[in-house]
C-alpha cells in the first residue's frame, strides 16, 4: 500500500521522472510513492532513476495503457 499517489498520466518523459524525484524527497525513509503513467519509455526511466538514486523500485506492472510503479524512499 502506498503512503502517496502521484498521477503522472498523460506526461512525457523527463516530467514524471521530475515530478516523482519531488515527491521522494517529502516522503520519509521507508514510505511508499505509487507512480501512475502513460508514458511507455517510464519503465526503463523508472528503472534507471532508482538505480541512480538509492530508492527501491517495489514493483511495476502494465494495467492496460497505465503504467503503475511503487518505489520506497531509501535514499
Wanted: aromatic share 6%; glycine share 8%.
Amino acid at each position: 500500500m502506498a503512503d502517496e499517489v502521484l498521477d503522472a498520466k498523460g506526461l512525457n518523459c523527463p516530467l514524471p521522472i521530475l515530478k516523482a524525484k519531488k515527491a521522494l524527497t517529502g516522503l520519509e525513509n521507508g514510505k511508499i510513492l505509487e507512480v501512475l503513467s502513460t508514458d511507455p519509455g517510464s519503465v526503463a526511466d523508472f528503472q534507471a532513476f532508482c538505480r541512480a538514486t538509492g530508492n527501491e523500485l517495489v514493483e511495476h506492472n502494465i494495467d492496460g495503457e497505465i503504467y503503475r510503479f511503487l518505489i520506497k524512499r531509501v535514499a
